[in-house]
């Protein structure tokens, strides 16, 4: 069975700290794909990122970085020089070599940035 | 704005009625999908749909049912309600079967409140 763990509820910061949420993900396929979503408060999930399970390879994108490690089966979101803006819920999830049908998410970490 | 429109947005009714959320996909997109998110499951995959035809089964109790039409919006039809039934429904749609980017664009919700 496919399961993510985000060990991180909630996460308080102030502005301009880096942050980062912690995912943990647990599957039997060899191929399958890993992702990040954004929930702000207006509540639509907004696709923030996706990795397959061979490339390794980190990614940055502006102030957003990720770390995706095998071999501890973690796939973890940083924000640099956090904002207010980034204030939202953020989800990891899984599927397997069907692609994004059937995503299991992981229970998501609430992200407050303060001023 | 993904694109995806889904309502109502905010629904209230009793128990042991019967509700139907209504998702128009982002023009162009085939597939449908249904998720639930509530406060003790988290976001779950409830069904898909794919040019018409159901493709892949979540966590879909036997009280729910979908169908996709020609058009290709789709309906969940949520009967018997149960106050464990509250929750945030989102509709997603993507272009392909399976989404080659993985890559699902999500509605805002339809928020269900059974009292």
């Known amino acids: 069975a496919q399961k993510v763990t985000q060990a991180q509820t909630e996460i308080s910061v102030v502005e301009k700290e880096d942050v980062t949420l912690d995912c943990v993900y647990e599957?039997?396929?060899?191929?399958?794909?890993l992702f990040w979503y954004k929930q702000p408060p207006s509540g639509e999930l907004v696709f923030l990122i996706r990795?397959?399970?061979?490339?390794?390879q980190n990614e940055i994108s502006g102030r957003y970085s990720w770390n995706f490690q095998k071999s501890t089966s973690s796939f973890n979101f940083t924000i640099t020089a956090s904002q207010v803006v980034d204030s939202a819920v953020y989800f990891c999830?899984?599927?397997?070599?069907?692609?994004?049908?059937?995503?299991?998410f992981g229970q998501g970490t609430r992200l407050t940035i303060n001023p | 704005d993904s694109g995806v429109t889904q309502t109502p947005k905010h629904l209230i009714t009793a128990t042991g009625q019967r509700v139907t959320l209504r998702c128009s996909p982002r023009?162009?997109?085939?597939?449908v999908y249904w998720y639930q998110q509530s406060l003790d499951q988290g976001l779950q995959f409830l069904i898909q749909?794919?040019?018409?035809?159901?493709?892949a089964k979540g966590n879909i109790l036997e009280r729910f049912s979908a169908q996709q039409f020609p058009d290709l919006h789709s309906e969940l039809n949520l009967s018997s309600l149960e106050l464990g039934d509250s929750a945030l429904y989102f509709c997603?749609?993507?272009?392909?079967?399976?989404?080659?980017?993985?890559?699902?664009?999500f509605g805002e919700g339809s928020r269900l409140t059974v009292l």
């Open positions: 997603a749609s993507s272009v392909a079967f399976t989404s080659p980017t993985g890559e699902l664009f």
């Open positions: 599957t039997r396929d060899t191929t399958y794909y």
């Open positions: 990795r397959n399970s061979f490339d390794e």
């Open positions: 999830a899984l599927s397997g070599i069907q692609g994004a049908q059937k995503l299991v």
């Open positions: 023009s162009g997109d085939l597939s």
């Open positions: 749909y794919y040019n018409g035809e159901e493709r």
